[in-house]
């Protein structure tokens, strides 16, 4: 998950001196820091070092990420003009990230690589709002009161993620997750009505690669149903639905679909309390996965920055002896 490599001093080691898109644009330090969480934890899937905003960067939208911050974007998008005017995304601008994706599959071998982009909701937020955002009103206000310039903001937002997605997997990545972060600030009939055909349309035109892909979203216990629909192989669950409920909306919402299969759901604060603690609550998630088809075991959002990496790797002994 995002800022895995936060925690890691090996991380900010390398990193010193490179700014965050910068870093993700330089194949051999993506390469570098996407193995290290596999060397130190050796965790059974590794995630390319990249970030959502990347794509828009590469397309020549004005996105910086500041430290401490987030994304923040030069010149938010709100108007028809402002969609308009936005670039399209052509597969050579994200050369980069597919040659690091080339050097990583090599050095991996055997250990799959799960390559992600942001969902076109997420990343609106991110274009409207100027940064991070905990209201999302302008977007909101922009998606109830102008759902053309909305739509036609999506739709141009979905082909870049299913470009990006596509280098990725062109270039080998062995399974993709779209991360839609945000969309568990919305009910769940704008979610349908304003979100769903948009990730849909990404994930379908995937559909063809072959390979796994994952939907995650925070906050979305009441959303898990409607997602689903987006047409994923795995649903991602953060920490506030307990996997085998999750299973249960799942399955009620389409009694005719096979069980689904899951990823999730360690609150990464518990990864700070006391062992006997987080002990308990990784054995509990692993219990509550077996109502799943299959299950993922990961935490329901990015790691802390100031976790103890020491415990992650403890966590990853304790799934792999269950
Ligand atoms: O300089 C730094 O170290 C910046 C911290 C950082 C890192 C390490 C950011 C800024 N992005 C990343 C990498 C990243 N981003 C990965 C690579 C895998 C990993 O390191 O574990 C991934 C998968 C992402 C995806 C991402 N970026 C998401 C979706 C996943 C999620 O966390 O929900 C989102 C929402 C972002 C935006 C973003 N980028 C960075 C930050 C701090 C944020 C969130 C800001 C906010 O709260 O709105």
Known sequence: MRQAGRSLPEYREVRKGTAM?????????????????????????????????????????????????????????????DVDALPKLALDQVDPVADAVRLLTAELGQTPLIGFAGAPFTLASYLIEGGPSRNHERTKALMHSDPRTWHALLGALAEIAATFLRAQLDAGVDAVQLFDSWAGALSERDYREF??????????????????????????????????????????????????????????????????????????ALLTAEWDALEREVRRIHAEGKAARGHIFNLGHGVLPDTDPTVITRVVELIHSL
Not at 54 to 69: D, F, H, N, Q
Not at 243 to 263: G, I, N, S, W
């Open 21 to 81: 898109l910068e870093a993700c644009m330089t194949p051999d330090l993506v390469c570098e820091i996407t193995m290290q969480p596999i060397r130190r934890h050796g965790v059974d899937a590794a995630i390319l070092f990249s970030d959502i905003v990347v794509p828009l960067a590469a397309a020549g939208i004005g996105v910086e990420i500041v430290a401490g911050v987030g994304p923040v974007v030069a010149e938010p998008v709100r108007t028809v003009a």
């Open 195 to 268: 979100v769903l055909p948009h990730s849909q349309r990404v994930l379908g035109e995937l559909a063809d690669a072959g390979v796994p892909r994952v939907h995650f979203g925070v906050g979305t216990g009441e959303l898990l149903p409607a997602m689903r629909e987006a047409g994923a192989d795995v649903v991602g669950v953060d920490w506030r639905v307990p996997l085998d409920e999750a299973v249960r909306r799942l399955v009620a919402a389409a009694p005719e679909l096979p069980v689904p299969v899951v990823q999730g759901n360690l609150d990464p």
